[in-house]
């Protein structure tokens, strides 16, 4: 099992920067893959950025540019998403998220909310 807690949400005026981090503990060496995601009111949760353990990243169109997520180590038990240039319509609760190699589970941290002023 892995467990996964978020840090570094809060409120930021437009342009602004925040950097959250996810710490993973548990059986981390289990871990395949471990990414963001947010979930706006009244919306779907959405992927905004992923990293697997060989280092491959992909992200959402609408961050590209401005997010960069990031592993710390190998040992792959904290990652970073460093979000540049906000906008207001990146407020949202992010969640952490990570898979597992075989069998492939994921698991979700509680989320961290992040809020962008006008």
């Known amino acids: 099992q892995v467990h996964l807690v978020e840090s570094g949400g809060g409120l930021v005026q437009a342009g602004g920067s925040l950097r959250l981090s996810c710490a993973a503990s548990?059986?981390?060496?289990?871990?395949?893959?471990m990414g963001w995601y947010r979930q706006a009111p009244g919306k779907q949760r959405e992927l905004v950025a992923a990293?697997?353990?060989?280092?491959?990243?992909?992200y959402a169109d609408s961050v590209k540019g401005r997010f960069t997520i990031m592993s710390r180590d190998n040992a792959k038990n904290t990652i970073y998403l460093q979000m540049n240039s906000l906008k207001p319509e990146d407020t949202a609760v992010y969640y952490c998220?990570?898979?597992?190699?075989?069998?492939?589970?994921?698991?979700w941290g509680q989320g961290t909310q992040v809020t962008v002023s006008s």
């Open positions: 998220h990570s898979t597992t190699w075989a069998p492939s589970l994921g698991y």
């Open positions: 548990g059986n981390i060496f289990s871990i395949n893959a």
């Open positions: 990293i697997t353990s060989f280092g491959s990243t992909n």
